[in-house]
Nanobody, 121 residues
């Protein structure tokens, strides 16, 4: 019905940058929220950044000032520009979306498959 596909992960040295992208596709009625979560080994999945359909943006304190989230509403995509990466940013990053799809206006949560981001020397 609805699919989220991420791209852009990889290995970078501390202080470097990466840009993640996520595209939503399928039978979409409306996208209310898109964003990114991450999960490091042995840790809880945590919010990184989200943006609502109204343009409200929320960042985790740990990434504020370093990461930038943006949406292309026409293309149903969201991107995460990650600058000044730190070793503690190393995690699997998951695209997140709150979407009404198919024949129902019920809001459902969707997740991408995850993409590995590693900041290490």
């Amino acid at each position: 019905q609805v699919q989220l596909v991420e791209s852009g992960g990889g290995l970078v040295q501390p202080g470097g940058s990466l840009r993640l992208s996520c595209a939503a596709s399928g039978s979409i009625l409306s996208i209310y929220v898109m964003g990114w979560y991450r999960q490091a080994p042995g840790k809880q999945r945590e919010l990184v950044a989200t943006v609502t359909s109204g343009g409200t943006i929320n960042y985790a304190d740990s990434v504020k000032g370093r990461f930038l989230i943006s949406r292309d509403y026409a293309k149903n995509t969201v991107a995460l520009q990650m600058n000044s990466l730190k070793p503690e940013d190393t995690a699997v990053y998951y695209c997140y979306a709150l979407i009404s799809g198919g024949s129902s206006w019920i809001q459902n949560t969707y997740w991408g498959q995850g993409t590995q981001v590693t900041a290490s020397s």
